[in-house]
């Protein structure tokens, strides 16, 4: 099982009505456009996440990895639509994991050693948009090759929570 995320600061989401798509053919095209973006230090993968409790069945994500941010990425059909979510957040050490769960020293300990910065911010909101930007530039060819209706500006936006909030 991959590593649970325990600091998710961003979001988004899509159903896209009518269009019926592989979820690997989709991954694939993600990876492709990632990788031509040249980022640095990013490391591609599949991973499955179980659907529920422990004797649940699997689904598997794409995820994007560089430094401490993770992307995980839902491709699957749904209906007569097809469904896409990701998901960023930061992943911890063992460690740390540990000491966060100590009340408020924790979370203070993290903010002195790891503080937020505009260099962590901007790192992250790079990081971002750059994956986002692949995601949707496989979506708008996919849906524009099947004739479909394009995503507006608003349909386009992350969800962003409160960055770093710890």
């Not at 659907?51 to 491709?75: N, P, T």
């Not at 050693?113 to 992250?124: E, F, I, K, S, W």
Request: proline share 4%; charged share 25%; hydrophobic share 40%.
């Amino acid at each position: 099982m991959p590593k649970k995320v325990p600091f998710v600061f961003s979001h988004w989401f899509h159903l896209t009505e009518n269009l019926q798509e592989s979820s690997q053919q989709f991954y694939g095209l993600v990876e492709g456009a990632v990788k031509q973006r040249n980022l640095p230090e990013v490391r591609l993968s599949r991973i499955d996440y179980r659907e529920g409790g422990i004797f649940s069945a699997k689904r598997e994500y794409l995820r994007v990895e560089r430094k401490e941010h993770v992307f995980d990425i839902c491709a699957a059909p749904f209906g007569n639509g097809f469904f896409i979510s990701w998901w960023l957040g930061e992943t911890t050490t063992a460690l740390w994991d540990i000491l966060l769960m100590v009340p408020f020293i924790g979370t203070w300990l993290m903010n002195v050693v790891r503080p937020t910065t505009y260099y962590r911010l901007d790192t992250a909101l790079m990081f971002q948009e750059s994956v986002h930007s692949a995601i949707l530039e496989v979506l708008d060819k996919i849906t524009n090759e099947k004739g479909l209706r394009a995503l507006s500006e608003l349909e386009r936006k992350p969800i962003l929570k409160e960055l770093f909030k710890k």
